[in-house]
């Protein structure tokens, strides 16, 4: 069984603010861990994803997540918020070893403001 | 082109109704999955197939039916559509790293 829990529906930051998006997961077996990113009216784009190599991934944007498996956290970093980063931000968790269901959160809704 | 193509992008249809949402994909891959969105919900697996003679049923599949016409191609139908159906809906294959690409969703809308 799996699950992950997204802490806070909705994070404001001032621009060139700290962003720091939380997410824990819950997972029987060495997890798959990713973060994917949601514009208006678009679909989700993967963000970073950790596949049991090293624990701070960097993905694209400027954003990095570390894995703390002591912690059961995969929480997504950017030092400087641009106003372009305003979107939802979804965890999600899968088994280890590729080809293996998904399992989302319930989405973060992140606003920068001016 | 689009890696995972969705049609349509907005559908509007009145209960009772039988509605097709179709997806394609360029990617190659085997494996896709049908998924609906609703706010504060996140995202909630509705069918996935393996392969074209693999489907199985997610966690939401009551009222829905898919059908995979080819490695390329996997549809979703409402055979009888109710306003609790309302909602975006995803289609999204996946690699061997795990890692989804998601079409740009149909947003359906039952009166």
């Known amino acids: 069984a799996q699950s992950v829990t997204q802490l806070g529906s909705h994070v404001s930051v001032s621009e060139g603010a700290l962003v720091l998006l939380r997410c824990n997961y819950s997972?029987?077996?060495?997890?798959?861990l990713f973060w994917y990113v949601q514009y208006p009216n678009q679909g989700l784009q993967l963000l970073l994803k950790?596949?049991?190599?090293?624990?701070l991934v960097k993905g694209i944007n400027g954003f990095e997540a570390e894995f703390k498996k002591s912690e059961t956290s995969f929480h997504l970093t950017k030092p400087s918020a641009h106003m372009s980063d305003a979107a939802e931000y979804f965890c999600a968790v899968s088994p280890s070893g590729g080809y293996q269901k998904v399992t989302f959160g319930t989405g973060t809704k992140l606003q920068v403001i001016p | 082109d689009a890696d995972v193509t969705q049609t349509p992008r907005n559908r509007i249809t009145k209960t009772g109704k039988r509605i097709m949402l179709e997806c394609s994909q360029t990617?190659?891959?085997?494996?896709m999955y049908w998924y609906r969105q609703d706010p504060g919900l996140g995202l909630r697996l509705i069918y996935y197939?393996?392969?074209?003679?693999?489907?199985n049923k997610g966690e939401i599949s009551d009222g829905y039916s898919v059908s995979r016409q080819a490695q390329a191609k996997f549809s979703l139908s409402l055979e009888s559509a109710i306003p609790n159906q309302t909602a975006l809906y995803f289609c999204?294959?996946?690699?061997?790293?795990?890692?989804?690409?998601f079409g740009s969703g149909t947003r359906l809308t039952v009166v």
């Open positions: 197939s393996f392969d074209v003679k693999d489907i």
């Open positions: 990617k190659g891959h085997d494996r």
């Open positions: 997972s029987s077996v060495p997890p798959y």
């Open positions: 999204a294959t996946v690699g061997t790293d795990g890692g989804y690409t």
């Open positions: 950790y596949t049991s190599a090293a624990t």
